[in-house]
Protein backbone atom coordinates (compact mmCIF):
# COMPACT_ATOMS: atom_id res chain seq x y z
CA UNK A 1 0.00 0.00 0.00
CA UNK A 2 1.54 3.32 -1.05
CA UNK A 3 1.59 5.47 2.29
CA UNK A 4 1.12 9.34 2.97
CA UNK A 5 4.40 10.88 2.78
CA UNK A 6 3.86 12.73 6.18
CA UNK A 7 0.58 11.29 8.21
CA UNK A 8 -0.15 12.66 11.74
CA UNK A 9 -2.37 10.62 13.92
CA UNK A 10 -3.72 12.60 17.14
CA UNK A 11 -0.46 14.08 17.70
CA UNK A 12 -0.56 16.28 20.84
CA UNK A 13 1.51 18.42 22.71
CA UNK A 14 1.63 20.13 26.33
CA UNK A 15 4.26 22.01 27.75
CA UNK A 16 3.26 21.40 31.15
CA UNK A 17 -0.55 22.11 31.54
CA UNK A 18 -0.70 24.41 28.38
CA UNK A 19 -1.77 22.54 25.70
CA UNK A 20 0.12 24.07 22.33
CA UNK A 21 -0.65 21.10 19.91
CA UNK A 22 -4.32 19.30 20.21
CA UNK A 23 -4.93 16.10 18.94
CA UNK A 24 -3.68 16.96 15.00
CA UNK A 25 -4.99 14.11 12.22
CA UNK A 26 -3.83 15.35 8.90
CA UNK A 27 -2.04 13.15 5.77
CA UNK A 28 -0.14 14.90 3.52
CA UNK A 29 0.72 13.34 0.25
CA UNK A 30 3.82 12.60 -1.73
CA UNK A 31 4.60 15.84 -4.13
CA UNK A 32 2.21 17.50 -2.44
CA UNK A 33 3.41 21.82 -1.55
CA UNK A 34 1.78 21.57 1.96
CA UNK A 35 1.04 25.57 3.85
CA UNK A 36 0.92 25.14 7.62
CA UNK A 37 -0.53 28.41 8.69
CA UNK A 38 -1.53 30.46 11.84
CA UNK A 39 -0.88 33.30 14.33
CA UNK A 40 1.63 33.40 16.44
CA UNK A 41 1.84 30.98 18.84
CA UNK A 42 -0.76 29.03 17.35
CA UNK A 43 1.54 25.76 17.51
CA UNK A 44 3.40 25.47 14.11
CA UNK A 45 6.76 25.23 15.15
CA UNK A 46 5.90 22.66 17.61
CA UNK A 47 3.92 20.65 14.85
CA UNK A 48 7.18 20.75 12.80
CA UNK A 49 9.49 19.86 15.60
CA UNK A 50 7.39 16.64 16.36
CA UNK A 51 7.33 15.45 12.96
CA UNK A 52 11.03 15.72 12.63
CA UNK A 53 12.26 14.15 15.92
CA UNK A 54 13.17 17.04 18.11
CA UNK A 55 10.54 17.48 20.43
CA UNK A 56 8.39 14.12 22.12
CA UNK A 57 4.83 14.46 21.54
CA UNK A 58 2.45 14.12 24.66
CA UNK A 59 0.34 11.98 22.58
CA UNK A 60 -0.41 10.21 19.16
CA UNK A 61 2.18 9.55 16.60
CA UNK A 62 3.23 10.83 13.30
CA UNK A 63 5.00 8.76 10.41
CA UNK A 64 6.87 9.56 7.21
CA UNK A 65 6.75 7.65 4.42
CA UNK A 66 4.86 5.22 7.27
CA UNK A 67 7.85 4.96 9.02
CA UNK A 68 7.31 6.62 12.85
CA UNK A 69 9.61 9.15 13.95
CA UNK A 70 9.75 8.36 17.17
CA UNK A 71 10.11 4.94 17.14
CA UNK A 72 12.19 4.53 14.34
CA UNK A 73 13.77 7.59 14.34
CA UNK A 74 16.84 7.10 12.02
CA UNK A 75 15.47 5.36 9.21
CA UNK A 76 12.73 8.13 9.04
CA UNK A 77 15.63 10.81 9.49
CA UNK A 78 16.98 9.67 6.68
CA UNK A 79 13.66 10.73 4.11
CA UNK A 80 13.90 14.15 5.66
CA UNK A 81 15.17 17.52 5.85
CA UNK A 82 14.59 20.69 7.74
CA UNK A 83 14.90 24.73 7.74
CA UNK A 84 14.44 25.82 11.37
CA UNK A 85 13.13 29.28 11.78
CA UNK A 86 16.86 30.34 12.85
CA UNK A 87 18.83 27.84 11.44
CA UNK A 88 21.90 26.90 13.69
CA UNK A 89 24.91 27.00 11.70
CA UNK A 90 28.54 26.32 12.22
CA UNK A 91 29.68 30.56 12.35
CA UNK A 92 33.64 28.97 11.98
CA UNK A 93 32.67 26.95 8.42
CA UNK A 94 32.79 28.70 5.24
CA UNK A 95 29.58 28.26 3.35
CA UNK A 96 31.33 25.51 1.09
CA UNK A 97 32.43 23.40 3.63
CA UNK A 98 29.05 23.11 5.68
CA UNK A 99 27.39 21.97 2.35
CA UNK A 100 30.66 19.26 2.31
CA UNK A 101 29.83 18.70 6.09
CA UNK A 102 26.48 17.76 5.36
CA UNK A 103 27.20 15.89 2.10
CA UNK A 104 29.44 13.78 4.43
CA UNK A 105 26.61 13.25 6.84
CA UNK A 106 24.87 11.66 4.27
CA UNK A 107 27.25 9.78 2.68
CA UNK A 108 27.02 12.17 -1.13
CA UNK A 109 30.01 10.76 -3.47
CA UNK A 110 32.15 13.74 -3.85
CA UNK A 111 31.82 14.24 -7.62
CA UNK A 112 27.70 14.67 -7.00
CA UNK A 113 28.54 16.74 -3.82
CA UNK A 114 30.48 19.27 -6.23
CA UNK A 115 28.30 19.53 -8.61
CA UNK A 116 25.07 19.82 -6.64
CA UNK A 117 26.65 22.42 -4.24
CA UNK A 118 27.74 24.80 -7.34
CA UNK A 119 24.22 24.70 -8.52
CA UNK A 120 22.56 25.54 -5.70
CA UNK A 121 24.46 28.02 -4.77
CA UNK A 122 24.37 29.37 -8.17
CA UNK A 123 20.27 29.69 -7.79
CA UNK A 124 20.93 31.46 -4.42
CA UNK A 125 23.14 33.74 -5.76
CA UNK A 126 25.82 32.66 -2.94
CA UNK A 127 28.68 31.25 -5.54
CA UNK A 128 30.66 34.61 -4.63
CA UNK A 129 30.50 34.01 -0.70
CA UNK A 130 31.15 30.23 -0.54
CA UNK A 131 34.63 30.69 0.60
CA UNK A 132 33.65 33.13 3.06
CA UNK A 133 32.79 32.23 7.11
CA UNK A 134 29.04 31.54 7.48
CA UNK A 135 29.71 34.56 10.65
CA UNK A 136 29.96 37.03 8.16
CA UNK A 137 26.80 36.15 6.57
CA UNK A 138 23.70 38.25 6.82
CA UNK A 139 20.63 36.91 8.28
CA UNK A 140 18.75 35.63 4.42
CA UNK A 141 22.23 34.83 3.22
CA UNK A 142 22.13 31.95 6.72
CA UNK A 143 18.77 31.12 5.49
CA UNK A 144 19.57 30.56 2.22
CA UNK A 145 22.74 28.40 2.88
CA UNK A 146 20.53 26.57 4.95
CA UNK A 147 18.19 26.01 2.32
CA UNK A 148 21.21 24.75 0.27
CA UNK A 149 22.18 22.43 3.15
CA UNK A 150 18.41 20.91 3.06
CA UNK A 151 18.47 20.25 -0.47
CA UNK A 152 22.01 18.82 -0.56
CA UNK A 153 20.55 15.45 -0.02
CA UNK A 154 17.15 15.78 -2.10
CA UNK A 155 14.99 14.49 0.92
CA UNK A 156 11.99 12.95 -0.22
CA UNK A 157 10.19 15.63 2.66
CA UNK A 158 11.09 18.94 3.18
CA UNK A 159 10.00 20.78 6.35
CA UNK A 160 10.39 24.40 6.60
CA UNK A 161 10.06 26.70 9.24
CA UNK A 162 9.07 30.42 7.86
CA UNK A 163 11.64 29.82 4.65
CA UNK A 164 10.56 33.11 3.52
CA UNK A 165 11.34 35.41 6.57
CA UNK A 166 14.80 37.76 6.00
CA UNK A 167 14.36 36.50 2.08
CA UNK A 168 14.88 39.41 -0.35
CA UNK A 169 11.92 39.56 -3.10
CA UNK A 170 14.34 37.98 -5.78
CA UNK A 171 15.48 35.09 -3.42
CA UNK A 172 11.56 34.03 -2.35
CA UNK A 173 10.79 34.05 -5.87
CA UNK A 174 13.53 31.54 -6.81
CA UNK A 175 12.79 29.53 -3.36
CA UNK A 176 9.27 29.59 -4.36
CA UNK A 177 9.98 28.39 -8.29
CA UNK A 178 12.41 25.47 -7.08
CA UNK A 179 9.92 24.05 -4.37
CA UNK A 180 7.24 24.14 -7.17
CA UNK A 181 9.59 22.42 -9.26
CA UNK A 182 10.97 19.90 -6.49
CA UNK A 183 7.39 19.04 -5.89
CA UNK A 184 6.59 18.53 -9.03
CA UNK A 185 9.40 16.32 -9.29
CA UNK A 186 7.99 14.02 -6.06
CA UNK A 187 9.41 16.04 -3.37
CA UNK A 188 6.78 16.54 -0.34
CA UNK A 189 7.11 20.00 1.19
CA UNK A 190 5.56 20.95 4.78
CA UNK A 191 5.75 24.91 5.35
CA UNK A 192 4.86 27.09 7.69
CA UNK A 193 4.26 30.62 6.98
CA UNK A 194 2.99 33.87 7.95
CA UNK A 195 2.85 35.15 4.43
CA UNK A 196 -0.63 34.21 2.94
CA UNK A 197 0.21 35.59 -0.30
CA UNK A 198 2.91 32.63 -0.45
CA UNK A 199 0.94 30.21 0.97
CA UNK A 200 -1.88 31.50 -2.03
CA UNK A 201 0.53 31.30 -4.72
CA UNK A 202 2.10 28.56 -4.22
CA UNK A 203 0.73 25.56 -1.98
CA UNK A 204 -1.58 23.10 -3.29
CA UNK A 205 -3.17 22.90 -0.27
CA UNK A 206 -2.79 24.61 2.89
CA UNK A 207 -3.92 24.12 6.37
CA UNK A 208 -4.71 26.95 9.22
CA UNK A 209 -3.59 26.10 12.87
CA UNK A 210 -5.52 27.88 15.66
CA UNK A 211 -4.52 27.50 19.30
CA UNK A 212 -3.39 24.11 18.55
CA UNK A 213 -6.20 23.40 16.76
CA UNK A 214 -5.96 22.55 12.77
CA UNK A 215 -9.85 24.72 11.95
CA UNK A 216 -9.07 24.85 8.11
CA UNK A 217 -8.12 22.64 5.60
CA UNK A 218 -8.03 22.33 1.83
CA UNK A 219 -7.06 23.67 -1.49
CA UNK A 220 -7.53 27.44 -2.01
CA UNK A 221 -10.60 26.64 -3.94
CA UNK A 222 -12.33 24.47 -1.61
CA UNK A 223 -11.36 26.95 1.54
CA UNK A 224 -12.86 29.96 -0.64
CA UNK A 225 -15.92 27.71 -1.37
CA UNK A 226 -16.88 27.60 2.37
CA UNK A 227 -18.40 30.67 2.78
CA UNK A 228 -15.61 32.82 1.30
CA UNK A 229 -16.52 33.32 -1.95
CA UNK A 230 -14.78 36.09 -3.27
CA UNK A 231 -12.20 36.83 -0.32
CA UNK A 232 -8.60 36.58 -0.32
CA UNK A 233 -6.79 33.92 2.10
CA UNK A 234 -5.97 37.15 4.28
CA UNK A 235 -9.43 37.55 4.79
CA UNK A 236 -10.34 33.79 5.43
CA UNK A 237 -7.46 33.82 8.09
CA UNK A 238 -8.14 36.80 9.92
CA UNK A 239 -11.58 35.79 9.49
CA UNK A 240 -10.97 32.34 11.43
CA UNK A 241 -8.43 33.45 13.50
CA UNK A 242 -10.10 36.42 15.28
CA UNK A 243 -7.59 39.44 13.56
CA UNK A 244 -10.90 41.78 12.92
CA UNK A 245 -11.30 41.90 16.37
CA UNK A 246 -7.73 43.17 16.38
CA UNK A 247 -9.24 45.43 13.82
CA UNK A 248 -11.37 47.18 15.96
CA UNK A 249 -9.33 47.83 18.63
CA UNK A 250 -6.60 49.45 16.14
CA UNK A 251 -9.88 52.21 14.94
CA UNK A 252 -10.79 52.86 18.77
CA UNK A 253 -6.85 53.69 19.99
CA UNK A 254 -6.78 55.82 16.22
CA UNK A 255 -10.06 57.50 17.29
CA UNK A 256 -8.40 58.43 20.30
CA UNK A 257 -5.87 60.00 18.59
CA UNK A 258 -7.86 62.16 16.93
CA UNK A 259 -9.70 63.13 20.05
CA UNK A 260 -6.90 64.76 21.30
N1 LIG B 1 9.57 25.33 25.15
C1 LIG B 1 8.34 25.79 25.44
N2 LIG B 1 7.90 25.82 26.72
C2 LIG B 1 6.67 26.23 27.04
N3 LIG B 1 5.76 26.67 26.13
C3 LIG B 1 6.15 26.68 24.85
C4 LIG B 1 7.45 26.25 24.43
N4 LIG B 1 7.53 26.35 23.08
C5 LIG B 1 6.34 26.85 22.68
N5 LIG B 1 5.50 27.03 23.73
C6 LIG B 1 4.10 27.52 23.65
O1 LIG B 1 3.40 26.70 22.74
C7 LIG B 1 2.54 27.48 21.92
C8 LIG B 1 2.86 27.22 20.47
O2 LIG B 1 4.15 27.73 20.18
P1 LIG B 1 4.82 27.57 18.74
O3 LIG B 1 6.22 28.04 18.83
O4 LIG B 1 4.59 26.19 18.26
O5 LIG B 1 3.94 28.58 17.86
P2 LIG B 1 4.09 29.04 16.35
O6 LIG B 1 2.80 28.76 15.69
O7 LIG B 1 5.32 28.46 15.75
O8 LIG B 1 4.24 30.63 16.50
P3 LIG B 1 5.08 31.70 15.65
O9 LIG B 1 4.23 32.04 14.48
O10 LIG B 1 5.22 32.86 16.54
O11 LIG B 1 6.39 31.09 15.25
C9 LIG B 1 2.71 28.91 22.38
O12 LIG B 1 1.67 29.21 23.27
C10 LIG B 1 4.04 28.92 23.09
O13 LIG B 1 4.04 29.87 24.14
MG1 LIG C 1 7.07 29.28 14.97
New binding site residues.
Partial sequence: MEHASINLSHLAKS??K?E??KDLNLEVNKGELFGFL??????????IKMLTGLLEPTSGSAQINGIDIWKSPLKAKEKIAYVP?QPNLYPKLTGWDYLEFVASVFRIPNSQFQSKANELLKVFSLTDQANDLIESYSHGMKQKIAICGALMSHPDVLFMD?PTVGLDPKSARTLKNLLRELCDGGMTVFL?T?ILEIAEQMCDRVGI?FEGDIIALGTMNELKREDHAGESLEDIFLELTGGEDQQAIISEISDDGDAK
Fill in positions: YRHAVGPNGAGKTTTDESHI
